[in-house]
Nanobody
């Protein structure tokens, strides 16, 4: 049982930046790989980024590579998504998710994550 709460979403102009935060419950946060996903109106939920349990490995969707950065602070039970050079097509509800499996490779599908936050809206205007 894991509780996740996202924050930091909002309205920003194209080219701007936002930093999303996700606070996780429990004392076993270090056991979870953490992912960020997003879902735009009329579209399927899509993978954005994932970070390994220790924070030593990250993986990004091609659409955000070089612009977004995922990080985590296990001492604070927090995971972050720094979003730079935002584009209108980045507009979506962003979700953090916890992967409780012990997979050694990045998990890119939503059904591979057991727990999800409520989502935070990111809107990028042109």
């Amino acid at each position: 049982q894991v509780q996740l709460v996202e924050s930091g979403g909002g309205l920003v102009q194209a080219g701007g930046s936002l930093r999303l935060s996700c606070a996780a419950s429990g004392r076993t946060f270090r056991s979870y790989a953490m992912g960020w996903f997003r879902q735009a109106p009329g579209k399927e939920r899509e993978f954005v980024a994932v970070i390994s349990r220790s924070g030593g490995t990250t993986y990004y969707a091609d659409s955000v590579k070089g612009r977004f950065a995922i990080s985590r602070d296990n001492a604070k039970n927090m995971v972050y998504l720094q979003m730079n050079s935002l584009k209108p097509e980045d507009t979506a509800v962003y979700y953090c998710a916890a992967d409780l499996s012990l997979a050694m490779s990045p998990q890119l599908l939503p059904n591979e994550y057991e727990y999800w936050g409520q989502g935070t809206q990111v809107t990028v205007s042109s």
